[in-house]
T-cell receptor, first 113, second 113 residues
Framework: EPEVTQTPSHQVTQMGQEVILRCVPISNHLYFYWYRQILGQKVEFLVS????????KSEIFDDQFSVERPDGSNFTLKIRSTKLEDSAMYFCASTGGQNQPQHFGDGTRLSIL | DQQVKQNSPSLSVQEGRISILNCDYTNSMFDYFLWYKKYPAEGPTFLISISSIKDKNEDGRFTVFLNKSAKHLSLHIVPSQPGDSAVYFC????????????FGQGTRLTINP
C-alpha cells in the first residue's frame, strides 16, 4: 500500500541553525500538509500546500518556516533559525482530495539543543 | 484551542468486549470527522471517517457514530483485540478550504487479555 515517507527519522540541531525536513507524499495525492506534536500536547496543524502554493497556515507558521515542493515527489519543511521550542515531532500528510482522509508519515523527531 | 476534545485520557477494556471512544467538538463548521490510531514511534494511521451528511459509518470491527445536534462522535470497536491497544485520535475539518485537521488530545486504549 502506498505510504508517506519522511526523512530523517531523528534530527538533532543546534539552536539558531537551519533544518530541512523531507517528505515524499503518496504519488497521486494533490494536497500536502505539515503538522507537529510537542511532547505531551496535541497534534497541531502548521501549513497546507496545494497547486504549488500555501493554501492555509497557522499562527505557528511564522517567517522562520517555509515549505517547498522542489520536484514532482518531494515536499520539504524548512526552519530557518531554530529555537528550543521548535523541538517536536513533525508529521507530513497528504490526501487525494476533499472528503478523503489524510495519510501521515511516521514523523521526524526534531531535537534542538 | 479546545475545538475538539477527548475527555478520557485512557480506557481499559477486556479482550472480546466493545471499546467505545468518545469525542466532542464545538466548531459548527466541521463537517468531516476522522479517527486515527497511533502506535509509539509511528505516525497516525487512518482508521475510519464520516461526513456530516451521515450519522453512522461502519468498516469491519470499527463503527463511527455522529450526533450533530450534540456535536459528539464516538468510535466503537467490537470485538476488541490486543492489537487494538494504541492511542486513538479524533480529528475534524471543514469540507471547504484547505481541510486542515484539528485533533483531540487522544485516548490511550489498552486491551487486556
Amino acid at each position: 500500500e502506498p505510504e508517506v515517507t519522511q526523512t530523517p527519522s531523528h534530527q538533532v540541531t543546534q539552536m539558531g541553525q537551519e533544518v530541512i525536513l523531507r517528505c515524499v507524499p503518496i504519488s497521486n495525492h494533490l494536497y500536502f500538509y505539515w503538522y507537529r506534536q510537542i511532547l505531551g500536547q496535541k497534534v497541531e496543524f502548521l501549513v497546507s500546500f496545494y497547486n504549488n502554493e500555501i493554501s492555509e497556515k497557522s499562527e505557528i507558521f511564522d517567517d522562520q518556516f517555509s515549505v517547498e515542493r522542489p520536484d514532482g515527489s518531494n515536499f520539504t519543511l524548512k526552519i530557518r533559525s531554530t529555537k528550543l521550542e521548535d523541538s517536536a515531532m513533525y508529521f507530513c500528510a497528504s490526501t487525494g482530495g476533499q472528503n478523503q482522509p489524510q495519510h501521515f508519515g511516521d514523523g521526524t523527531r526534531l531535537s534542538i539543543l | 484551542d479546545q475545538q475538539v476534545k477527548q475527555n478520557s485520557p485512557s480506557l481499559s477494556v477486556q479482550e472480546g468486549r466493545i471499546s467505545i471512544l468518545n469525542c466532542d467538538y464545538t466548531n459548527s463548521m466541521f463537517d468531516y470527522f476522522l479517527w486515527y490510531k497511533k502506535y509509539p514511534a509511528e505516525g497516525p494511521t487512518f482508521l475510519i471517517s464520516i461526513s456530516s451528511i451521515k450519522d453512522k459509518n461502519e468498516d469491519g470491527r470499527f463503527t463511527v457514530f455522529l450526533n450533530k445536534s450534540a456535536k459528539h462522535l464516538s468510535l466503537h470497536i467490537v470485538p476488541s483485540q490486543p492489537g487494538d491497544s494504541a492511542v486513538y485520535f479524533c480529528a475534524a475539518s471543514p469540507i471547504q478550504g484547505a481541510q486542515k485537521l484539528v485533533f483531540g488530545q487522544g485516548t490511550r486504549l489498552t486491551i487486556n487479555p
